[in-house]
């Protein structure tokens, strides 16, 4: 349900049932392999591809994973190339066509479905992966999900990203807003590791044309490569190539000798321990009491071990609370299984969560190896049903949430207007992303240690009503006290880009007199904004929540 993913879906469930099944003895890849030829630009020749509406294959390429939003644009341009995106965006400010670009599709708003969009661009061809020797640093395509960019890494030279876990997701849009995932507590967010990107940015005077801006100190572009730290997709222009490599890996780099592509970025884990633990929900039992007991066990845990350097920052832990019509709520905790300790770690963090709570819980736990946790098809969920609709909410966590919120988050979790598909994530954060200043990239919100994520996924278009009001009004109550928005402070610290959520720039949602900007940029935004006006000073790539050039 997300643009960049928490790192486990409504059906992981059957991840840890296969793994447990024997799956995992499909076995671990070994050391790393020698040489990996990077792939190329999309298959040979590709495109540019234009389909319009009464084309075959129009339908098929208008929609994203949220079914809610539907666009119909004059063209869909499916690439193959930079060049050809050059092309693309040029045709779009020549005819005054409003653009929209399309990774990965993972978006939980329409800024790619906008009635006012005439060009869809779609990058999936876009799909390198691969070590460029002259940038000394991995090169990765807009249009490579993230399970191609794990396979591919680890296959390759035996490193990986601390990125999403679910593997469809687009790396165009995952990277830019600043991903996170199952390793980002032990090597920090994504874009701490981002070295540099190619954009297509349009000038003053309507001309399309390619920038390469890298995080070096004397790059006269670094701005932009800044702004692409977290700052969001569809903001200054068209992503064509992410560059990779870890800072401490920046002075190899800079050697007179070729570096080892095997010491640019983490190594990734040989095997993932991953335990799943279940609670059922019986009103006897899961009382008010035991119920947010466990919450804030949970997050407690997470202000106390969340630090730069814990002996805990490998472990990874998502809270689904699922709605009581489910039938159950659970705990996903995954961990490095060659980490010393790693079961005992685990199980005292299981136990910490429990304490207190009077309830017995479910579950089991088991080893696989780190290629098929992160790549495993039934992450992703894509086809799992004809029509997938949701809405999603989101918010920072620095601290545990306060009683009254989590009188709240129980009372909606158990009312009558809820289903089974809603429901709400708290996601493990911290760890060595709190090691980067706030300024050091576009993710200003680097004291948190958790995420919380409020969703509801449903299949009709009649059911839109009831879903979102039930989200909406969880949300709204949950931050009470601020204006229904997680205005920052001493618990809250605003929402992520990456869950994008229109109804912060709405009054009637947000009434705390904060700026939506405010909520997902802090005091970044300014310098986003004059950012903007350099690289974008025609407002070509905008959206509902895009940056605005400065008034």
Not at 22 to 34: D, H
Not at 92 to 112: K, L, M, P, Q, Y
Request: charged share 20%.
């Amino acid at each position: 349900m997300d643009q960049d993913g928490p790192g486990v879906r409504l059906n992981r469930r059957g991840l840890l049932a296969a793994a447990a099944a024997g799956l995992a003895a499909a076995g671990s890849p070994g050391g790393a392999v020698a040489a990996w030829p990077p792939a190329g630009p999309g298959p040979e020749g590709f495109g540019p591809v234009g389909v319009r509406p009464g084309d075959a294959r129009y339908e098929s390429l208008l929609r994203g994973d949220n079914h809610r939003f539907v666009g119909r644009p004059d063209e869909v341009r499916v690439v193959g190339s930079t060049a050809q995106v050059v092309q693309a965006v040029q045709d779009a400010v020549r005819d005054g066509r409003r653009i929209g670009v399309r990774s990965g599709g993972h978006c939980f708003e329409n800024f790619t479905a906008d009635p006012a969009i005439r060009l869809l661009l779609d990058l999936s061809p876009l799909d390198a992966v691969g070590w460029d020797p002259s940038r000394r640093a991995f090169e990765v395509g807009p249009g490579a999900t993230l399970g191609r960019v794990y396979r591919t890494l680890f296959t390759g030279w035996g490193v990986t990203i601390p990125a999403g876990g679910c593997p469809e997701v687009g790396a165009g849009g995952h990277l830019v807003g600043g991903g996170y995932g199952p390793l980002s507590r032990r090597y920090g967010s994504v874009v701490d590791h981002l070295y540099g990107v190619e954009v297509v940015v349009v000038d003053r005077d309507g001309t399309a044309r390619t920038v390469v801006a890298t995080r070096e100190p004397g790059d006269p572009h670094r701005d932009l490569w800044w702004a692409h730290t977290g700052g969001g997709g569809g903001n200054f222009g068209v992503v064509t190539r992410y560059w990779l490599r870890s800072p401490g890996a920046d002075a190899l780099a800079a050697g007179p000798a070729a570096p080892d592509p095997g010491a640019m970025l983490p190594p990734g884990p040989s095997e993932m321990l991953e335990a799943l633990v279940e609670w059922t929900w019986d009103r006897a039992r899961t009382t008010e009491q035991a119920v947010t007991t466990l919450i804030r066990n949970f997050c407690t845990w997470h202000e106390r071990h969340s630090d730069p350097g814990s002996p805990y920052e490998a472990l990874y832990a998502i809270l689904r609370l699922a709605h009581q019509d489910a039938g159950t709520f659970s705990m996903v905790v995954q961990i490095d299984a060659g980490v010393p300790g790693a079961a005992d770690l685990v199980k005292e963090f299981v136990a910490h969560v429990n304490a207190g709570t009077g309830l017995a819980p479910g579950g089991g736990s088991a080893t696989a190896p780190w290629l098929y946790v992160m790549t495993w098809p039934g992450n992703g969920e894509s086809g799992d049903i004809v029509t997938r609709r949701y809405k999603g909410k989101a918010g920072y966590l620095k601290r545990s949430f306060t009683g009254p919120q989590l009188s709240s988050i129980y009372r909606h979790l158990t009312n009558g207007t809820g289903n089974a598909a809603c429901g709400m994530l708290i996601v493990g954060y911290g760890g060595q992303v709190r090691a980067v200043r706030p300024d050091a990239t576009a993710v200003a919100q680097r004291e948190v240690v958790m995420k919380a994520v409020y969703h509801s996924v449903w299949a009709r278009e009649e059911d839109d009503a009831a879903n979102l009001a039930w989200v909406r009004e969880l949300y709204r109550e949950v931050y009470g006290d601020t204006g229904g928005v997680p205005v920052p402070g001493e618990v809250s610290d605003g929402s992520y880009i990456n869950y994008p959520d229109v109804d912060l720039a709405d009054p009637a949602w947000n009434t705390s007199g904060v700026p939506w900007h405010v909520l997902y940029y802090k005091e970044n935004y300014p310098r986003l904004q004059r950012v903007k006006a350099h690289w974008d000073p025609r407002d070509v790539f905008r959206h509902a929540l895009s940056v605005e050039l400065p008034r």
